[in-house]
């Protein structure tokens, strides 16, 4: 079984930065990627984006078109954390994030498919 606790959220103003984290424990052995997603009130789970932590991709990062250029995936090995680093930010950002593990594969890293274990999830407000 796998843990995940993220922290990080909070208020912002627009253009503002927030960095989440996202903390593993528990036996994460076979898992190779997290995932990034975010729901706003009343809509859908969305995927924002992955890193890859083993396999032939490790380090990879992938994102959703709408963050690119403003949000950036990184991870601390040794600390079993990884970062989602949101700079830029926009009142249509506000959500509640969540981080995900699993094992992914490449044509569904973009979806829910395939990732395990689900965080708690964490608010984050955008004020304009």
């Known amino acids: 079984q796998v843990e995940l606790v993220e922290s990080g959220g909070g208020l912002v103003q627009t253009s503002g930065s927030l960095r989440l984290s996202c903390t593993a424990s528990?036996?994460?052995?076979?898992?190779?990627?997290v995932g990034w997603f975010r729901q706003a009130s009343g809509g859908e789970r969305e995927w924002i984006g992955s890193?890859?932590?083993?396999?032939?991709?490790?380090?990879?990062?992938y994102y959703t078109d709408s963050v690119k250029g403003r949000f950036s995936i990184s991870r601390d090995r040794a600390k079993g954390t990884t970062y989602l680093q949101m700079n830029s930010l926009r009142p249509e950002d506000t959500a509640v994030y969540y981080c995900?593990?699993?094992?992914?594969?490449?044509?569904?890293?973009?979806?829910?498919?395939?990732?395990?274990?689900w965080g708690q999830g964490t608010q984050v407000t955008v004020s304009s």
């Open positions: 995900a593990t699993g094992r992914p594969i490449q044509s569904t890293i973009a979806t829910m498919r395939g990732y395990l274990y």
């Open positions: 890193i890859r932590w083993s396999g032939g991709s490790m380090g990879n990062t």
């Open positions: 528990g036996s994460t052995s076979g898992l190779h990627a």
